[in-house]
């Protein structure tokens, strides 16, 4: 078998591969010589079917039975002889295939990029750290109270924090639009639930009332036809409640589950519960910094096959998520729409099991083990979590992924100039 490689370009190699004609032709009459003894062809017994009239009925078929086994098995041969590392599928573009004649084919091929690490002792990042402090907690204890807070119809005026159910019709040049109107809406004044001035044009209005807010959609509005424009909606208040929010006793703690109604109890727990939380978010944007960083200093041109079966993997998990109304036909997404995000993902890949392999990076099976019983303690029934992660080995490798990802990070923080950068609880969570 002989084997030449040319570079098409980029990361695209042509490799043209040529069989002896032996290799197909003995293979070819081996299965001929069987299919005779079977064969039943009108005029002769089964069995004594002459070669020739064996082969001009059943010749064509086995061989390209035959050369499409012996393409698929000298592929692989010829990549392995080569050093290569396909990225994808081939495309075979037979060239010669005549009996009598060797086989000619060249498979079109992307290859695995070489990847070189950048110098990582010139990265400066900015390693968050942050705290859950007494004030925090305490917030957190308002908004459980919140939650759990009852509702008393006022006759005074609205202000922020109360709830109000209006009916409103909005009007653009002074004409309805689809979805400018409804009736008994619930809105409480500071939720951010509405367009910008909504909430703040009710501050001070009363049940009963009826007033007309002059507004703006926002140009990055959901729905582009409305984007942008000036809107105007008439207001009726149907009502106005207050909230009433309960003590922070005893029976309050026993309805997050403290049984014996301790409140030193319940907030411990809500700390550790924010702790915990806290932890999982400065995790997560640190993990954000270090790749970013690695995708920065690191350019290097991904397969176009890998890119684009990641774009259609996150076409087919958005697809998913999408809630279609009943009656309605499910939109078929272009997968062109992910390419940004699976190209990142991709290089991402490549950059971080590079690290792993020149590191040799590994975690053993007790921070597996213990990895699995932290994600378990979120759970009602964590011994029952923990089982389910022990019984499959392919659940277990999704968790050492993630540690050999955390491994990963630590060992860029370790390489690169770090600096601290102190941020509150509500920062890190996005509330702030």
């Not at 001009?56 to 010829?78: L, N, W």
């Not at 999408?322 to 940004?340: E, N, W, Y």
């Not at 060992?411 to 969570?429: N, Q, R, T, Y």
């Given at each position: 078998?002989?084997?030449?490689?040319?570079?098409?370009?980029?990361?695209?190699?042509?490799?043209?591969?040529e069989?002896?004609?032996d290799?197909?032709d003995?293979e070819?009459?081996?299965?001929?010589?069987?299919?005779?003894?079977?064969?039943?062809?009108?005029?002769?017994?089964?069995?004594?079917v002459?070669?020739?009239?064996?082969?001009?009925?059943?010749?064509r078929?086995?061989?390209?039975?035959?050369?499409?086994e012996?393409?698929?098995?000298?592929?692989?041969e010829?990549?392995?002889?080569?050093?290569?590392?396909?990225?994808?599928?081939?495309?075979?573009?037979?060239?010669?295939?005549?009996?009598?004649?060797?086989?000619?084919?060249?498979?079109?091929?992307?290859?695995?990029?070489?990847?070189?690490?950048a110098?990582?002792?010139?990265?400066?990042?900015?390693?968050?750290?942050?705290?859950?402090?007494?004030?925090?907690?305490?917030?957190?204890?308002?908004?459980?109270?919140?939650?759990?807070?009852?509702?008393?119809s006022?006759?005074?005026?609205?202000?922020?924090?109360?709830?109000?159910n209006?009916?409103?019709?909005?009007?653009?040049?002074?004409?309805?639009?689809?979805?400018?109107?409804?009736?008994?809406?619930?809105?409480?004044?500071?939720?951010?639930r509405?367009?910008?001035?909504?909430?703040?044009?009710?501050?001070?209005?009363?049940?009963g009332?009826?007033?007309?807010?002059?507004?703006k959609?926002?140009?990055d509005?959901?729905?582009?036809?409305?984007?942008?424009?000036?809107?105007?909606?008439?207001v009726?208040?149907?009502?106005?409640?207050?909230p009433?929010?309960p003590?922070?006793?005893?029976?309050?703690?026993?309805?997050?589950?403290?049984?014996d109604g301790?409140?030193e109890?319940?907030?411990?727990?809500?700390?550790?519960?924010?702790?915990?939380?806290?932890?999982?978010?400065?995790?997560?944007?640190?993990?954000?910094?270090?790749?970013?960083?690695?995708?920065?200093?690191?350019?290097?041109?991904?397969?176009?096959?890998?890119?684009?079966?990641?774009a259609?993997?996150?076409?087919?998990?958005?697809?998913?998520?999408?809630?279609?109304?009943?009656?309605?036909?499910?939109?078929?997404?272009?997968?062109?729409?992910?390419?940004?995000?699976?190209?990142?993902?991709?290089?991402?890949?490549?950059?971080?099991?590079?690290?792993?392999?020149?590191?040799?990076?590994?975690?053993?099976e007790?921070?597996?083990?213990?990895?699995?019983?932290e994600?378990?303690?979120?759970?009602?029934?964590?011994?029952?979590?923990?089982?389910?992660?022990?019984?499959?080995?392919?659940?277990?490798?999704?968790?050492?992924?993630?540690?050999?990802?955390?491994?990963v990070?630590?060992?860029?923080?370790?390489?690169?100039d770090?600096?601290?950068?102190?941020?509150?609880?509500?920062?890190?969570?996005?509330?702030g």
């Amino acid at each position: 078998m002989q084997v030449s490689v040319e570079t098409t370009g980029g990361l695209e190699r042509r490799m043209t591969v040529e069989v002896p004609e032996d290799r197909i032709d003995g293979e070819v009459q081996s299965r001929l010589q069987r299919l005779a003894r079977t064969a039943k062809i009108k005029g002769f017994r089964p069995g004594k079917v002459p070669m020739k009239v064996v082969a001009k009925q059943y010749g064509r078929q086995v061989r390209d039975e035959v050369v499409g086994e012996v393409i698929q098995a000298t592929y692989f041969e010829a990549i392995n002889q080569e050093k290569l590392q396909p990225a994808g599928m081939p495309t075979i573009e037979p060239k010669v295939n005549e009996p009598g004649k060797s086989l000619q084919y060249t498979a079109i091929i992307e290859v695995m990029p070489e990847v070189e690490l950048a110098d990582l002792s010139g990265a400066k990042l900015e390693k968050v750290v942050a705290e859950v402090s007494d004030e925090d907690l305490e917030k957190m204890i308002d908004n459980l109270r919140q939650q759990r807070a009852e509702w008393k119809s006022v006759e005074s005026k609205a202000k922020e924090g109360d709830r109000l159910n209006i009916d409103f019709k909005g009007t653009i040049d002074g004409e309805e639009f689809s979805g400018g109107s409804s009736e008994n809406v619930p809105v409480t004044l500071g939720s951010g639930r509405m367009i910008e001035g909504f909430e703040d044009g009710l501050v001070g209005a009363k049940a009963g009332d009826e007033l007309t807010l002059d507004l703006k959609f926002p140009e990055d509005y959901g729905h582009k036809e409305v984007a942008g424009k000036p809107v105007q909606f008439a207001v009726k208040v149907n009502s106005v409640e207050e909230p009433l929010l309960p003590e922070v006793d005893e029976e309050f703690a026993k309805g997050f589950g403290i049984g014996d109604g301790s409140l030193e109890a319940l907030r411990n727990e809500v700390r550790q519960n924010m702790e915990r939380e806290l932890q999982q978010a400065v995790t997560a944007k640190n993990k954000q910094a270090v790749m970013d960083a690695l995708l920065e200093m690191n350019k290097i041109e991904v397969p176009t096959a890998l890119v684009d079966n990641e774009a259609e993997t996150l076409k087919q998990q958005m697809m998913q998520q999408m809630q279609v109304p009943q009656g309605k036909s499910m939109p078929d997404l272009d997968a062109s729409l992910f390419k940004s995000e699976a190209e990142r993902r991709v290089t991402l890949g490549m950059l971080v099991a590079e690290i792993i392999q020149a590191n040799e990076l590994k975690v053993d099976e007790e921070k597996i083990k213990a990895k699995v019983a932290e994600i378990a303690s979120t759970y009602e029934q964590p011994q029952d979590v923990i089982n389910w992660y022990m019984a499959d080995r392919s659940r277990l490798a999704q968790v050492e992924n993630l540690l050999l990802e955390d491994e990963v990070v630590d060992w860029v923080l370790d390489k690169a100039d770090v600096s601290e950068s102190k941020s509150s609880f509500d920062e890190v969570m996005g509330r702030g």
